[in-house]
């Protein structure tokens, strides 16, 4: 069966800081990859997606940059955050078109 | 943009009688619509799914309808249960070339069962 990592669950970073979140998947091969981000009372919205090692594309201009160095592995980076960068930052992946996306559990970041 | 609308925040229902989440879409291109839940600090878990092609999609208790012409959809829980309480969102899927695809999210609506 397929599952999903995504680690840390919690994470409380200072301004200016970098930042990186991993995620990663078993189970299976060639996934298409996601993450979001929830902020507080909103619904979830797509930061970048990946449809293989190496492709990335990105949604909305943002402070925050994504790469997959390996077929099962989206890491979302930044090299200083901002107190915007706050929100709950979800990895998930799919088969590919028609099929539904899993989630990680999430990681709750806080920018102070 | 907002792609994906569920226009109810919140939703309140007594146990054993019917929930009706609604959503409302905007992109025609949209072939497959899901609905997920979500509870507080976890990530959403996948409920129930429709293609374009149909217009009704049942499982157990929860029964997803498409309104096409409307650009609609709405997910039926019945009977509710207190173990239903949490974050429902309603989601489109667009199709790329390569076949891979986009999962667009409404803002969510917070179901409440109370016995």
């Known amino acids: 069966s397929q599952t999903i990592h995504q680690w840390p669950a919690t994470l409380v970073q200072p301004v200016g800081s970098p930042l990186s979140l991993e995620c990663t998947v078993e189970?299976?091969?060639?996934?298409?990859l996601y993450w979001y981000r929830q902020a507080a009372g909103r619904g979830l919205q797509l930061l970048f997606y990946?449809?293989?090692?190496?492709?990335i594309s990105s949604e909305v201009p943002q402070n925050l940059s994504a790469s997959r160095p390996q077929d099962r592995q989206f890491i979302l980076s930044s090299k200083k955050l901002l107190l915007s960068d706050s929100g709950f930052y979800l990895c998930?992946?799919?088969?590919?078109?028609?099929?539904?996306?899993?989630f990680g559990q999430g990681t709750r970041l806080t920018v102070v | 943009d907002q792609q994906v609308k569920q226009n109810s925040p919140s939703l309140s229902v007594q146990e054993g009688r019917i929930s009706i989440l609604n959503c409302d879409y905007t992109?025609?291109?949209?072939?497959?619509f899901l609905w997920y839940k979500k509870y507080p600090a976890e990530g959403p878990t996948f409920l129930i799914s429709?293609?374009?092609?149909?217009d009704k999609n049942e499982d157990g208790r929860f029964t997803v309808f498409l309104n096409k012409s409307a650009k609609h959809l709405s997910l039926h829980i019945v009977p509710s249960q207190p173990g239903d309480s949490a974050v429902y969102f309603c989601?489109?899927?667009?199709?790329?070339?390569?076949?891979?695809?986009?999962?667009?999210f409404g803002a969510g609506t917070r179901l409440a069962v109370h016995p």
């Open positions: 998930a992946w799919s088969r590919g078109a028609g099929t539904e996306a899993f």
């Open positions: 189970g299976t091969s060639n996934p298409n």
């Open positions: 990946s449809v293989g090692i190496g492709q």
């Open positions: 992109n025609s291109m949209f072939d497959y």
């Open positions: 429709i293609s374009s092609i149909k």
């Open positions: 989601a489109a899927s667009v199709k790329f070339s390569g076949g891979y695809n986009k999962l667009i």
